[in-house]
C-alpha cells in the first residue's frame, strides 16, 4: 500500500513547527566555522558544539530502533552517526544512508538591518542565518522523515545518517570516516543527500548533477617589502598586474571562457534534454535569481545556455585577496605581493586532479620578471553525474510533490559541488541518489541573508519520507 502523505503532510508540519525550527533557532547561532575558515576550530569548540546539538536532538527523537553516536577520529571534526533499524517489511539487509553536514562557510558582509549570521530571524515563512539552509536543516528533516514513516504506516530500509563538519572545507575529513565506518555502513542501494536546492518554489526540485572544483591561494612576490611608488613604478612591475596576466592563461578576461583544454567535457546528451526541459519548466530566465546591480546582467539572456552554463562548463571566480589594503588606507605603496584565492568549477565528469596539474602549470610555468609564484592551500574535488532514476523512485518523487505542491517533479545540474556525492557515486555505483534541498532562488547560501524556505523544507522531509518507504516496495 502506498504511504499516505497527508498523514506524512501533518506528521512533518507539527515536528517542524514544534521540534525543527527551535532546534534549527539554537543551530544557527553557534559559529561553527568549517576547519578552512577556522585554523583554531578544534580548540574554539563550536564544531563539536554544533555537533553535540545535532547528536543530542537526535537521541530524544520518538524512532524505533534508533542508536546515535559522535565518532571522532584523532585531528578531525567529529561526524555524527545515526542508525535506525529497519522498520516495517523492509529487507533486514537493505540499507540507505543519508546525509548532511554542520560546518558553516564565514560571516561575510552586507547583511541587512535586524539580520546576521548567527542571529535566527523568522520573517513569515523564513527561517534567516547562517547554516540553517546549508545545510543544518538536514538531520533534524531526515530524522523527522523517518518518524513518520513509522508513524504513518509505511516501511524504511536500514538507515544510516551521516552528518559531517567538513564539506565547506571540501569534505577533507569524511573520507577517513567512510573508510572507518565501512563495515557499519555495508552496501546503500539508496543515497539521500538533502544540500542541494531549487530553481523555484513551486515544486520539487531533484539535482542529477554537481559540479566539481579546483581551488587554491595564488600568490605573485616581487619585493621583500613596499616602497614608494612613486620611485619604483616604472622600474618594479605591479604585482597585482603580474597575478592578472597569469590568469589570463586560464582564462579570458573579455568572456570569461576557460582558456584550459583539461576544464572541459562533452556535455551528455540527456543532461542536454534535461536543460531544455527545466528551462521550458521554469518559464523564466534563472538569472533573474541573483541581485545584479542596476543595468547589469548575466553572460548570455539564452535560459537553457544559462542552465548549463552553470553545470557543465568550467568558470573561475576569484573569492578572495591579501596583500590589498582598504582603498581607505592605500597609499601610493608599490606593495610586495598578491595574493588571490581562486575556485574554478569544473563540469561534473571533468577530473579534478588533471584539471588541477593543468591550472598549476598555467600559473607557475615561466613566471614574468622571474617573480615569485606559488599555488597553495590547494582543494580538489570532482563532480558528480547521477544514474538515470529507477521507475519507483521517480514515482515517489512526483508523489510528494504533487502531494505538496500539486506540480510534478522536475531535475536540474546544480553549479554547487558536494564532494560526498562523486565518493559514494564511485563506492556504491549500483545505488539510486536523490540530491535535494532547500537552497532556492535568493536563499543565498554562502552570502548574506542566507535564508532557509519552511514550506520548502516540509515538502523536502516529506519527500525523503515518500522515496523511504516506496524504497522498500521497489521491484
Not at 616602497?227 to 596576466?245: E, K, L, N, Q, W
Not at 568549477?345 to 577530473?351: E, N, Q, V, Y
Request: charged content about 20%.
Amino acid at each position: 500500500m502506498t504511504l499516505q502523505l497527508d498523514a506524512v503532510g501533518r506528521y512533518v508540519a507539527d515536528a517542524w513547527r514544534g521540534a525543527i525550527l527551535p532546534a534549527l533557532e539554537r543551530f544557527i547561532a553557534i559559529p561553527a566555522l568549517s576547519p578552512s575558515f577556522d585554523a583554531d576550530w578544534e580548540a574554539h569548540g563550536h564544531l563539536a558544539s554544533a555537533a553535540e546539538l545535532v547528536a543530542e536532538w537526535c537521541r530524544h527523537r520518538p524512532i524505533e530502533g534508533l542508536a546515535v553516536d559522535v565518532v571522532r577520529l584523532p585531528g578531525r571534526t567529529p561526524v555524527v552517526v545515526v542508525e535506525v533499524a529497519p522498520f516495517g517489511t523492509a529487507a533486514p539487509d537493505d540499507a540507505v544512508v543519508l546525509y548532511g553536514h554542520y560546518d558553516k562557510q564565514p560571516e561575510m558582509t552586507g547583511w541587512r538591518e535586524g539580520l546576521g549570521p548567527w542571529t535566527p530571524v523568522v520573517d513569515g515563512e523564513r527561517l534567516y542565518g547562517r547554516g540553517g539552509a546549508d545545510d543544518g536543516y538536514s538531520a533534524f528533516a531526515s530524522l523527522v522523515a523517518i518518524e513518520a514513516v513509522q508513524a504513518s504506516g509505511g516501511s524504511h530500509a536500514r538507515c544510516i545518517l551521516l552528518v559531517e563538519g567538513s564539506e565547506e572545507s571540501g569534505s577533507s575529513d569524511l573520507s577517513a570516516y567512510i573508510d572507518a565506518l565501512g563495515a557499519r555502513i555495508g552496501q546503500p542501494r539508496l543515497v539521500v543527500c538533502l544540500d542541494s536546492g531549487a530553481l523555484d518554489y513551486e515544486r520539487l526540485w531533484v539535482t542529477t548533477s554537481l559540479r566539481g572544483l579546483v581551488g587554491g591561494t595564488l600568490t605573485v612576490e616581487i619585493l621583500d617589502e613596499g616602497v614608494h611608488s612613486g620611485t619604483a613604478s616604472g622600474i618594479v612591475p605591479d604585482s597585482f598586474r603580474i597575478a592578472r596576466s597569469l590568469l589570463d592563461r586560464i582564462e579570458d578576461a573579455t568572456t570569461g571562457a576557460v582558456r584550459l583544454e583539461a576544464c572541459y567535457v562533452d556535455i551528455p546528451e540527456d543532461r542536454q534534454q534535461e536543460a531544455e526541459a527545466a528551462a521550458d519548466v521554469l518559464g523564466r530566465l534563472p538569472s533573474v535569481e541573483f541581485p545584479f546591480a542596476p543595468d547589469a546582467g548575466p553572460v548570455t539572456d539564452d535560459p537553457v545556455g544559462q542552465l548549463l552554463g552553470r553545470t557543465w562548463a568550467p568558470a573561475l571566480t576569484v573569492t578572495g585577496a591579501d596583500g590589498l589594503p582598504p582603498t581607505t588606507k592605500a597609499g601610493n605603496v608599490l606593495r610586495p605581493s598578491t595574493s588571490l584565492r581562486l575556485s574554478m568549477r569544473l563540469p561534473p565528469t571533468c577530473d579534478a586532479d588533471v584539471a588541477l596539474d593543468a591550472i598549476r602549470s598555467a600559473l607557475l610555468t615561466d613566471p614574468p620578471y622571474g617573480v615569485s609564484v606559488s599555488f597553495d592551500r590547494i582543494e580538489a574535488a570532482g563532480g558528480w553525474n547521477a544514474p538515470a532514476f529507477a521507475g519507483w523512485l521517480r514515482l515517489a518523487l512526483d508523489h510528494a510533490s504533487a502531494e505538496c505542491f500539486g506540480a510534478l517533479a522536475a531535475a536540474y545540474g546544480d553549479g554547487g559541488s558536494i564532494p560526498f556525492m562523486g565518493m559514494l557515486g564511485a563506492r556504491y555505483p549500483d545505488a539510486q541518489f536523490v540530491i535535494t534541498g532547500v537552497l532556492g532562488p535568493r536563499s543565498n547560501a554562502h552570502g548574506p541573508n542566507e535564508f532557509l524556505d519552511l514550506p520548502l523544507g516540509r515538502a523536502v522531509t516529506v519527500t525523503i519520507a515518500s522515496v523511504l518507504d516506496a524504497h522498500t516496495r521497489r521491484p
